[in-house]
């Protein structure tokens, strides 16, 4: 498939030959094999060289000899070979959609690659094929044909061999700058000697149409449009319609390809730049979506962490104060129980003596860790009140399920059998109070910790050890 299209590729451009040396304004074949380089990174390069090598001396063999075809072809392969290296070399990315990689393209192969090309190029067609103009302007010639169809097509043929990742939003704006572009070319196509009767009319017409349309339609439109105007150039040339006026031929040339030129930085430069700052944008969007919700997930920690009680790693007071709020208001709203017990280790002063802070703290996280354990529905919750003190909030259906709950916390702590020498127990138990209360307009949250607190102030003077259940209207 390469071959063939390397082949048309080079029809097509002597096609538009308009120098008796068979110089063009643009020439194609080259950024075939090169995108075609770029697009498969050297991959099989031996092969793809090889090729359009051959491709390139069969098509050449109409407009020169055939010891000058293979001598030409060698100087394009050469061409190619040298702004690949040095591509390469510079690491540009071969999807030329960044400013940096687009200006590294334009050293390695317009300016430098097609600039020995055309010294060389010119030096076989006087020496060899026997031209008559001048060295310097058939080397210039030569090297603005070939940087042109590279800056020309590398981009356009890049574009069109990879996924499309442009998203347009056009309006009806873009739609009529489109069709004025349209009618821009249509003008200057029928256009005589670069007037319509004594206006003049030329191809210059239609640079600000183009700067409009890189602007709103991206990088893969621009560079085909690009494309289709420098080749309609080419051909008005060969057809005798002297879009630029009526000039020598080689001047013509000069002007074309410095048209050419200029279309070539306002288009392609220019939609490269605006798809490398709106790349910019959505990186930068990306990456403040990025700290944002590291913002949040730092924010998340830190309130976790504020409440959460350091020691026992369940929540603190200030965590049970806004919970049991919430719940407070839950339980009104829906008019259902609601259960709060607080609970307290039981000599925990005599047991610090005894056993030391350390063991007092290995204490205070075991009776935390077994009251966690007894939370396993949504609604209840546990946390650290002060000291050794505990609450547990939760719902109940009535007084005896919260008795029942309490009572196998209780046990539950008792059965960890921790040595307590100076409890009657002889292990380390707690001492619960329990309030439970449906909550109506006229009740507080008051209410329900002053009950809580006065049960578990009479569990202690019962004896420790156990669960004490206290009616809140009954206490307030």
Known sequence: MLPLFHFASVKLTFFCAVTPENVVVVWLPNAVLLAALLRFRGQRAPLLASLTFTSDVLANLDAFPWYEAVLLSLVNLMEVAITYLLMRRG???????RLRDLVRFVMAGPLFGALLAGLLAALVLQQVGGA?????????????????????????LLAFSQPRNERLRLTRWDDAALALTLLLSAVVMLAHGGEIDGVSVTPTLLLPAVAVIAFRFGTRLTTLLVALISLTTAMLMTTGLKPFGEVPIHLEVVRAQEFILTLCIIGIGFAVLLNELRTRERELESRVRTRTRELEQSNARLAAISATDGLTGIPNRRRFDETLA???GRARRHRQPLMLALLDVDLFKQYNDCYGHQAGDDALRAVAEELSHHCRRSGDFAARYGGEEFALIAEAADEDQALAMADQICAALAALRIP??????????????????????????????????????????????RVELASVREKV
């Open 91 to 97: 690491r540009v990315s071969p999807a030329l959609r």
């Open 132 to 156: 008559t103009t001048a060295y310097l302007t058939l080397a210039r010639l030569w090297w603005f044909g070939d940087g042109l169809g590279l800056l020309i097509y590398t981009p356009l």
């Open 326 to 328: 919430a719940e407070w």
């Open 420 to 465: 307590h020498a100076h409890s009657p127990s002889r292990v380390l138990t707690v001492s619960i109070g329990v309030a439970v209360i449906t909550p109506e307009e006229q009740d507080d949250i008051a209410d329900l910790l002053k009950a809580a607190d006065v049960a578990l102030y009479r569990a202690k003077q019962l004896g420790r050890n």
